[in-house]
């Protein structure tokens, strides 16, 4: 066991201070149900997400809150998790209980679990620099893919309306109502040959939003 977790060390490019800490990394409570890696996965999960999100705000700085946390979703989630745990091959190197050894189902959960434990112990023996490099490396064909851009309603709108009719839809806005610390904007929006499509949000810019979804609802166009 001891010569596979140095082929684990060499393959993820990171050697542990603390030997310990990698071991305990890997086991699994069927194996050991007090000495187990369910903390470090605990905290391995948390320095995951700060990396990630961290990344997102450099590589997107301008992009929306909202679109950048669904990027975050899709990539912190357990999913992709399991097909990074799998591309390391990490199964291999765990200690597993009798039962969990030979069933391959109930095992991708505890895989992708271990991965973020494995995040923990890197964070724990070497600091967020280690932890991050190897998080970026593992993560960065995701982080690529995840160029993508979902296209927000008041965009769809406005593309279809100059596609159409080569004019931007017109906003108008209403009214603001509710409490001060609570307010509840009000905004209209029109195209050529639509009815006025009213929207309310938190915000102008989110009732805009709205509007241009009630209305592209309306034209059946979403």
Known sequence: MKNLIKDLEKYIEYSFNDQK?????????SYNNKDNNEKLEFLGDRVLGLIIAKKLIEIYPLEEEGIIDKKFANLVNKKTCLFIAKKINIKKYMFLGPSY??????????VADCL????????????????EKIVLKFWKKNLEDSTFTLIDPKTKLQEYS???YKILPKYTFQKKTGPQHKPTFNTIVQIPNSKKI???GASKKAAQQNA???????LKII
């Open 21 to 29: 800490i990698l071991r305990q990394s890997l086991i699994h409570k």
């Open 101 to 110: 050894k030979s069933s391959q189902s109930s095992t991708d959960k505890i």
């Open 116 to 131: 973020e434990a494995l995040i923990g112990a890197i964070y724990t023996d070497g600091g967020i620099k280690n932890a």
């Open 162 to 164: 100059l596609k159409e």
């Open 198 to 200: 009213s929207g309310q």
């Open 212 to 218: 241009a979804n009630r209305l592209l609802q309306s």
